[in-house]
């Protein structure tokens, strides 16, 4: 099984994502990426984590894709693959638009799941 541990639902993902993750890694669930407070020290950072490693840990998947705010991934990373569990990330092609008014608009395309290095 797959759990996707991200700001994206996989209800919202293109085919060509949900067939990549269903016949690579199986069924996909989701768990909800959490709000991470951008003023909390690493002590209560790593509480964060803790908090979340145990609801990961509940559903017992083989893999996990995780993607959001950078150090809480990756202390998670870290305990996750101490706990065996293999992490990925999704990567994309990204095109972006420069409108006249000095806007940016950026679209972004699934390509592969790729796994985080041990």
Excluded at 17 to 32: F, H, R, S
Excluded at 38 to 60: C, I, Q, T
Excluded at 96 to 118: A, C, M, N, Q
């Amino acid at each position: 099984m797959l759990l996707n541990f991200s700001n994206h639902p996989s209800s919202s993902w293109p085919e060509n994502q949900i067939q990549w993750a269903t016949q690579n890694y199986g069924k996909v669930e989701d768990l909800p990426f959490p709000h991470v407070d951008p003023n909390l020290n690493e002590v209560a950072l790593d509480k964060l984590v803790d908090e979340y490693l145990h609801k990961v840990l509940e559903k017992r998947p083989k893999h996990v894709h995780i993607m959001g705010e950078l150090t809480f991934c990756v202390a998670l990373i870290k305990k996750l693959q101490k706990s065996g569990i293999s992490c990925l990330a999704s990567t994309t092609n990204r095109t972006t638009e420069d409108l006249p008014d000095g806007t940016k608009i950026s679209k972004f395309k699934f390509v592969r799941f790729r796994h985080y290095w041990p």
